[in-house]
């Protein structure tokens, strides 16, 4: 089960909206709408949590480029919704870099399925496609000046969304729209 809300940043205080995501389909989309929820171009922050998985925090202030922690990365991408936040700048990798170049395989005769000696030893192989990492990739900064560590946000679990709105004072108005 999944939960999003936005919360945006005003004069005074924070207000919640909770949000549907299913028109979203890039980083872009979400961040055009966190944007329409604060005309004055506040802080507003989109808080994705799924149930016992993952958590992401997509932070956007003004037109700057979004800020994006996701708590773990390799959960996240089995999610539709993950999927949106592992660009692959967060990712470290260049676009397209999930497509195999052919110059580059490896071909060996272990193409017909044959495990190559790497593989038997659980090794790295060539044609693994792992490029996801198991854990938090992103900005573990991205509340610092809101008054949430980085070591904090590394710890958070569970119910991550309740705890990030508990710290920054939110939490009254992110129950409203849970």
Known sequence: MYFAALL??????WEASDTELDDVETLSDLADLAREASP????????????????????VDGEEDPRIYVSDA???????????L??????????????????ALDLDGTEDGE???EDADGGPSA?????????????AQVLE???VTEKELRSMTEDAVSEI??????????????
């Open 86 to 103: 592992l660009t692959d700048e967060l990712l470290g990798r260049e676009p397209g870099d999930d497509v195999p170049d052919l110059d």
């Open 8 to 13: 945006a940043r005003t004069e005074d205080g």
């Open 40 to 59: 004055d171009e506040d802080t507003v922050l989109v808080l994705i949590e799924q149930e016992d998985g993952w958590f992401g925090v997509v932070r």
């Open 165 to 178: 709105a508990e710290a920054l004072g939110a939490s009254e108005v992110l129950e409203t729209v849970r």
């Open 145 to 147: 000046d809101l008054g």
């Open 127 to 139: 044609a693994s496609g792992e490029s996801v990492p198991h854990g938090p990739v992103g900005d």
């Open 74 to 84: 390799a959960a996240a991408a089995r999610s539709s919704y993950g999927e949106i």
């Open 115 to 117: 495990p190559d000696d």
